[in-house]
């Protein structure tokens, strides 16, 4: 079932084809700060978005601002409404940049507080989506809510709760026409582009790029992780593809998938009265005493991926910004994509398998959308 829903960022004349949301029909954009910590660090989090608002306020722009929680931190918008006409992805990043310009001594003092666990960047580009209003978090049982700006003070993740939420209803659609005009006059003349980020420290620098091994179980473990949301399942479904595209490059040629009665009996996957079941299209052998998938016979644990998978990568760069930036990467396949065998393959795993970490991870700002899918959310969300 459904869980997280998306908006695009930019706005578009009209979304009847492909064509029409090609970067050259955006009509309108929608600048935000995307503000990241963690949720026992939730109060970092208010006190950027309270500093970022009073730059803008100090600028001139505040009927047309609002601030969303998010689930693990805030985003502060502005309604693209307010911009003047014109180049409006390019205004929308200009504004956003300008303004971190400003309270980048504020953040950075916050971001060392928060011991490194706020974050405050530039996410503009032509293909950004962003959570929408009353979405549920993709793992958290939070809300995506509309806080008011005169109660900014006051929240708490409480009003995020589904079964209680409070929500500033219609808050994104509010705005005074020409508001940002003279902060994107100004902001335009200093414009230059790059990106923008605010935060504690840098992230070391990898000492070697991920082998397809590790990529394809922690790729696989995120598929599973983001469509059944079962860690531990997860962990042991990633390691058992791995495992299996392993024979099947072995066994089939050079490519996965040939010659499959091969691979299938090499890896035990050929029956003899084992229990199997179809999972994201494909075909798995469970553990009845376990619950977890196996190989010929033997489950692969989560301590099992630890070992092969965690602790490897954890050697090259660490772990958990890898499975985080992997799972914002794969969630932005549609679902389709991660529930077929040679989709997941050819359009998730394959493009990245040995670049993994230099353009998901250190370039994870890149919209991983192909114009398929995100025709398809455009379609969705923003019409």
């Not at 409480?158 to 508001?179: I, M």
């Not at 620098?205 to 922690?218: G, H, N, S, T």
């Not at 495992?243 to 090499?266: D, N, P």
């Not at 670049?355 to 991983?368: A, E, P």
Request: net charge neutral.
């Amino acid at each position: 079932e459904a869980r997280t829903f998306y908006a695009t960022a930019a706005l578009y004349r009209r979304v009847e084809s492909q064509e029409d949301v090609e970067d050259s029909k955006i009509v309108g954009y929608t600048p935000f700060f995307d503000i990241d910590t963690k949720i026992d660090k939730w109060e970092f989090a208010v006190e950027a978005a309270e500093a970022i608002i009073s730059a803008l306020e100090k600028e001139g722009v505040y009927k047309s601002v609002y601030a969303l929680w998010s689930g693990e931190g805030i985003h502060v918008r502005i309604n693209e409404r307010a911009l003047p006409p014109g180049e409006p992805v390019k205004t929308a990043q200009a504004v956003v940049r300008y303004v971190l310009s400003k309270t980048r001594g504020e953040l950075e003092e916050l971001a060392r507080r928060s011991g490194g666990a706020l974050k405050v960047e530039d996410l503009i580009d032509p293909k950004r989506v962003f959570t929408a209003p009353l979405s549920l978090h993709r793992e958290l049982d939070y809300a995506a809510v509309c806080i008011p700006l005169n109660e900014l003070r006051s929240f708490s993740p409480d009003w995020a709760r589904p079964t209680s939420l409070k929500h500033d209803a219609g808050c994104y659609a509010r705005y005074e026409p020409g508001e940002a005009e003279a902060l994107a006059k100004k902001a335009l003349a200093e414009y230059a582009p790059a990106r923008a980020t605010v935060a504690a420290e840098r992230a070391p620098a990898p000492k070697a790029e991920i082998p397809r091994f590790q990529v394809m179980a922690l790729l696989q473990a995120a598929r599973y992780y983001v469509l059944y949301g079962d860690l531990d399942k997860a962990k042991s479904f990633g390691l058992n593809r791995a495992i299996f595209y392993a024979w099947a490059k072995h066994y089939g040629g050079g490519r996965a998938g040939a010659r499959g009665s091969a691979v299938a009996t090499a890896t035990g996957e050929a029956g003899g009265g084992k229990k199997f079941v179809e999972v994201a299209g494909e075909r798995v052998q469970i553990d009845e005493e376990t619950g977890l998938f196996a190989m010929g016979g033997k489950p692969q644990r989560p301590a099992d991926y630890d070992r092969e998978v965690v602790w490897k990568i954890d050697s090259i760069y660490p772990y958990q910004r890898v499975w985080e930036a992997a799972v914002d990467y794969v969630s932005s396949f549609p679902r389709e994509v991660l529930e077929s065998q040679s989709r997941f393959y050819r359009r998730v795993y394959e493009p990245v398998r040995d670049s993994f970490l230099r353009d998901v991870v250190l370039g994870r700002r890149k919209s991983y959308f192909n114009q398929d899918s995100s025709w398809r959310f455009s379609t969705y969300m923003r019409t």
